[in-house]
């Protein structure tokens, strides 16, 4: 692990916990850690890529059957085949046909109930196709292909979610009340439910509107140079590297610069970079700075939007201690085009080592 070295003196040595956000030792993110690390053991959901955890959120649906869907994709719903698993005597028999073995799979993709459900929805699934599919990959499979695809795929996923969740219901409705099991009450419920899901949410977007995300105009507050920072991290060397472009308010260069960084992060090559350029500026006899960058964790950070993690403590140190005397630096997050010229130098110190050179200026 590279840990940063602050050029000032202002920051005491100390030890840090890695896994953290802040460097402190946190039980229940060890507790999480063990958790992941047992599951990775076990093999769930091992082929499931992680941006399909992040895609089921965006799902339009009360977080109650998300939660559900989840549990789905974990495959930890309380089934009769996990709970005899586990020591708790059960019949085998699914509860909604009285014929097979009740698994996850069965009870919601291959048993006559859920076919039933299936065939009268107005989806269009067809169960005869899932014969050899899993519902954990056939439902992460549609949340891939369907999440960001117009209203009329986010009412496929609300749908489908749904008629899951009402299955699971009727299920229980079934083994604790006695109540004979009923595939077209699951389908009607489902399409009232979801029909008011989508008022719901519909309601709640017009009341809280999307804010107006159009350009702002910056106006310079005094900036005498604008400076822009990247750093570049090459996957096949396996190196990262860090480049700046100091230029006047005029347009002219005043400085390019570059170095080779090892195997650190291009999030830390960044930082070192940024306090590098303001260092030699402030040689150069300027004190108003405008930074460019296109991180937008480290200009939260110095927008004082977010607090800094144990990793940002040293440039947040190094800041304070140049703002001492006298330097003022504002960060403006920008996109990578902006500074493609820089990324650009930052790439080709990840190529050919390079301690540091000042490359021509114009």
């Given at each position: 692990m590279h840990?940063?070295?602050?050029?000032?003196?202002g920051l005491e040595d100390k030890?840090?916990?890695?896994?953290s956000t802040s460097g402190e030792y946190r039980v229940n993110k060890a507790y999480s850690l063990i958790q992941q690390d047992g599951l990775s053991a076990m093999g769930h959901h091992r082929d499931l890529p992680h941006w399909v955890w992040k895609l089921l959120w965006k799902i339009d649906l009360p977080y109650k059957i998300l939660s559900f869907i989840c549990k789905i994709l974990h495959r930890?719903?309380?089934m009769f085949e996990i709970l005899n698993k586990r020591g708790v005597r059960n019949t085998n028999l699914c509860t909604l046909c009285n014929e097979e073995e009740e698994s996850i799979d069965h009870l919601f993709l291959h048993s006559p109930f859920a076919r039933a459900v299936?065939?009268?929805s107005n989806l269009e699934v067809r169960t005869s196709e899932l014969v050899h599919s899993s519902v954990d990959y056939w439902l992460s499979a549609s949340i891939m292909h369907n999440i960001n695809r117009g209203q009329d795929r986010m009412f496929f996923l609300q749908s489908l979610c749904t008629i899951l969740w009402m299955i699971?219901?009727?299920?229980h409705k079934v083994l604790h009340q006695g109540k004979l099991p009923n595939p077209m009450e699951v389908i009607l419920t489902a399409q009232s439910l979801v029909c008011r899901y989508q008022e719901a949410f519909q309601n709640k977007q017009s009341q809280h509107p999307r804010p107006n995300h159009s350009p702002r105009m910056f106006i310079s507050p005094g900036w005498q140079v604008i400076i822009k920072g990247a750093?570049?991290?090459n996957r096949k060397t396996k190196r990262s590297g860090w480049a700046y472009e100091v230029k006047?308010?005029?347009?002219?260069?005043?400085?390019?610069?570059?170095?080779?960084n090892g195997r650190k992060s291009a999030y830390q090559s960044t930082q070192e970079a940024l306090i590098e350029a303001i260092c030699k500026t402030k040689e150069l006899g300027f004190s108003k700075m405008l930074i460019l960058c296109n991180s937008k964790m480290l200009t939260q950070v110095?927008?004082?939007?977010?607090?800094?993690?144990?990793?940002?403590?040293?440039f947040i140190s190094d800041l304070d201690q140049l703002n001492l005397q006298g330097v003022s630096v504002s960060f403006l997050f920008v996109p990578k085009e902006i500074i493609a010229d820089v990324l650009y130098m930052a790439h080709i110190t990840t190529v050919f080592p390079v301690h540091f050179c000042r490359f021509g200026l114009t």
């Open positions: 840990i940063p070295i602050p050029k000032s003196s030890l840090l916990w890695k896994h930890t719903l309380p299936w065939h009268g699971w219901n009727h299920r750093a570049w991290r006047a308010t005029d347009g002219s260069v005043l400085l390019k610069a570059g170095e080779s110095c927008s004082k939007r977010r607090r800094p993690a144990w990793h940002e403590q040293t």
